[in-house]
């Protein structure tokens, strides 16, 4: 049995992944070079058993891409969290910046999945065309 918030979570994905396309963020990234995978994240929810109460880790799964430096060691990134700390990263100002105060604050607001679907939704569509939809396809949900 699939749960709930996973179901919800790939929905999310799927549509923050679509949207990010559209509205040209993944200009960068080659779309061949995309692929889903799932990490641990542990569920705060506890199930009685005869055992007594226990957790039980759920895997989320995101779409990733691959960076490779120059000894060859490569590393995996979520495509959602590093488009949403670019723009929180972008929208610090540092001209005037105090380094005994701390960092300034951003002018981008940090967003949950939700809120940062509206956004998407808000700014201008740049591509109209279909090509993300063999990345958001392959997906299918492993027990």
């Not at 709930?4 to 999310?12: A, G, L, T, Y």
């Not at 929810?45 to 060691?73: A, Q």
């Not at 495509?79 to 670019?86: A, F, H, R, Y």
């Amino acid at each position: 049995m699939i749960p709930k918030i996973k179901r919800r979570w790939v929905k999310e994905e799927k549509r923050i992944v679509r949207l990010l396309y559209r509205k040209g963020f993944l200009k960068d990234f080659k779309i061949s070079d995309l692929y889903w995978a799932e990490y641990n994240w542990l569920n705060n929810k506890k199930r009685k058993s005869s055992c007594g109460k226990y957790s039980f880790p759920v895997y989320m799964p995101e779409v990733h891409y691959l960076t490779t430096d120059y000894w060859g060691e490569s590393d995996e990134h979520s495509i959602v969290s590093t488009i949403k700390e670019t723009l929180y990263w972008g929208g610090i100002e540092t001209e005037n910046w105090d380094p005994e105060l701390g960092y300034p604050k951003s002018s981008f607001p940090k967003l949950s999945r939700r809120q940062f679907i509206k956004y998407l939704e808000k700014l201008p569509t740049i591509i109209s065309d279909n090509k993300i939809n063999k990345i958001i396809k392959r997906y299918s949900y492993n027990d």
